[in-house]
């Protein structure tokens, strides 16, 4: 059972930064992060393969958010910025052992236990 570790959440006021770091127990094909609030589906932000493809952005992410990852492939980032308060929420790193996988919620097979994120007004 692959484990993931999240850390780097924190309060930032709007227009702030953050870097969310995820650590994996194993090799994983392909890696991301979704969020959720509460009463709310967890949505996907970015995820790509392992091998850099399948590269994906969800809307509100493209020119603010980042996704990469360490060269050892075990661990992987979203660096965050211009963060508004509309980015409050859990942040979860995803990892399945399928190419293309982690853009789906369905698919993802291993999840972090989340680290939260609030951004203030």
């Known amino acids: 059972q692959m484990k993931l570790e999240e850390s780097g959440g924190d309060s930032v006021q709007a227009g702030g930064s953050l870097r969310l770091s995820c650590s994996a127990s194993?090799?994983?094909?392909?890696m991301g992060w979704f969020r959720q609030v509460p009463g709310k589906e967890r949505e996907g932000v970015a995820s790509?393969?392992?091998?850099?493809?399948?590269?994906k952005y969800a809307d509100f992410a493209k020119g603010r958010f980042t996704i990469s990852r360490e060269t050892t492939k075990r661990v992987w980032y979203l660096q965050m910025n211009s963060l508004n308060p509309e980015d409050t929420a859990t942040y979860y790193c995803?990892?399945?052992?399928?190419?293309?996988?982690?853009?789906?919620?369905?698919?993802?097979?291993?999840w972090g236990q989340g680290t939260q994120v609030t951004v203030s007004s």
């Open positions: 194993e090799y994983s094909y392909c």
């Open positions: 995803a990892a399945a052992r399928t190419y293309g996988a982690c853009a789906d919620r369905d698919r993802v097979r291993f």
């Open positions: 790509f393969d392992v091998n850099g493809g399948n590269l």
